[in-house]
C-alpha cells in the first residue's frame, strides 16, 4: 500500500532537498572560483608560479607521474598504509575503549599511560619505530596506528560513559548483566560516537601514515612531497598535497556513506 504524505511533509522534504542542493553548488562554486583566480594570478604573474605552482602546471605533473607509471604506484602505496592503520586502529582503540568502560579497575591502572601517550609527540618515536619494525610499510603502518588509535580509545570511552545512567540503572533493576547492558544500550547508544570517531580517524590516519612516509618511505604520496621539497620541484609537492586533499576527502565521504546508511536503519 502506497503511503500518502501531507502537503506540508512534502514541502518540507522539497525544502530540505533545495537546501542541500544549493550548499553544493556553493561548495562547487567555491572551488572553481579558487582554482580559476589561483590559475589567473599565476597566469599574470601577480603570483610566482615557481613557489605556488598552477592548477595547470599540477596538472601536467599528474600526467607526468601517470605516463611514467609512477602515480599509482604512489597513491596505493599510501592509500593501503592509511587503511590498514586505520582499520586497527579503529578496531583496537574501540575494543581498549569497551574493556575500560567494563572494568574500573582496569580504566584506572592505564588511563595514565594513554594520557601520556596521547601527549607524547609520536614523531619522536620514529627513530625507534625504525629499528623495530624497519624502514618499510609496516613501520608506516605502525606509525598511523599509533597516532590514531589513542584518539579513538578517548572518544570511544567518553561516548560509552554519556550513557543515561537512569536507564542502566533501569536494566540492571530488570536482571540485566553487564554485557547485556553493554549489547542493548550502551552499543547502539555510541554508534553516533562511533562514526564520529571514525570521521576524526580519516585525518589522523593520513597524518600518520605520511608521517611515516616522511622518515622512512622510498614510495608514496608523502614520499614524493619530501623529494619534491629537497630537490626544489614545488609542483610535485603541490600535486602531492591535491593529491592527499583528494584522497583524505574521498575516504571522509565513504565513512559520511556509512553514516548514512545507519540512520537509514535505524
Keep these: 500500500m502506497k503511503k500518502e504524505f501531507s502537503s506540508e511533509h512534502l514541502l518540507y522534504v522539497k525544502k530540505q532537498r533545495n537546501k542541500r542542493i544549493a550548499i553544493l553548488v556553493t561548495q ?5 572560483i579558487f582554482l580559476l583566480l589561483w ?10 608560479s615557481f613557489l605556488f605552482s598552477s592548477p595547470d ?20 602505496t599510501t592509500l ?21 568502560w567494563w572494568s574500573d579497575f582496569l580504566r584506572r591502572v592505564f588511563e595514565p599511560y594513554v594520557v601520556v601517550l596521547n601527549s607524547l609527540p609520536k614523531i619522536a618515536l620514529g627513530p625507534l619505530i625504525i ?23 578517548i572518544n570511544m570511552y567518553t561516548g560509552f560513559c554519556e ?4 536507564k542502566i540503572l533501569l536494566l540492571k533493576s530488570m536482571g540485566a548483566n553487564k554485557g547485556k547492558i553493554f549489547i542493548h544500550l550502551v552499543m ?10 571514525l570521521k576524526i580517524n580519516v585525518g589522523m590516519s593520513w597524518i600518520g601514515s605520511i608521517m611515516g612516509e616522511y622518515l622512512v618511505s622510498r ?20 600535486t602531492g598535497t591535491v593529491i592527499l586533499c583528494l584522497l583524505a576527502a574521498l575516504m571522509y565521504l565513504i565513512v559520511a556513506l556509512f553514516e548514512k546508511i545507519s540512520r537509514r536503519q535505524k
Design 188 to 197: 547502539p547508544y555510541s554508534i553516533p560516537t562511533f562514526i564520529t570517531t
Design 39 to 48: 590559475e589567473l594570478l599565476t597566469l599574470f604573474n601577480i603570483v610566482d
Design 28 to 32: 562547487i562554486s567555491i572551488l572553481v
Design 163 to 166: 550513557v543515561d545512567k537512569d
Design 131 to 153: 629499528i623495530w619494525f624497519g624502514a618499510g610499510t609496516k613501520a608506516i603502518v605502525f606509525m598511523t596506528f599509533l597516532v590514531t588509535v589513542i584518539v579513538t580509545i
Design 219 to 238: 614510495q608514496g604520496i608523502g614520499y614524493l612531497i619530501v623529494y619534491g621539497g629537497q630537490v626544489f620541484k614545488l609542483d610535485l609537492v603541490m
Design 80 to 100: 593501503y598504509e592509511t587503511i590498514i592503520g586505520f582499520i586497527l586502529a579503529s578496531l583496537t582503540g574501540t575494543l581498549v575503549a569497551v574493556i575500560f
Design 57 to 76: 602546471r599540477i596538472i601536467k605533473t599528474v600526467s607526468q607521474l601517470y605516463l611514467s607509471g609512477e602515480l599509482f604506484l604512489h597513491i596505493g
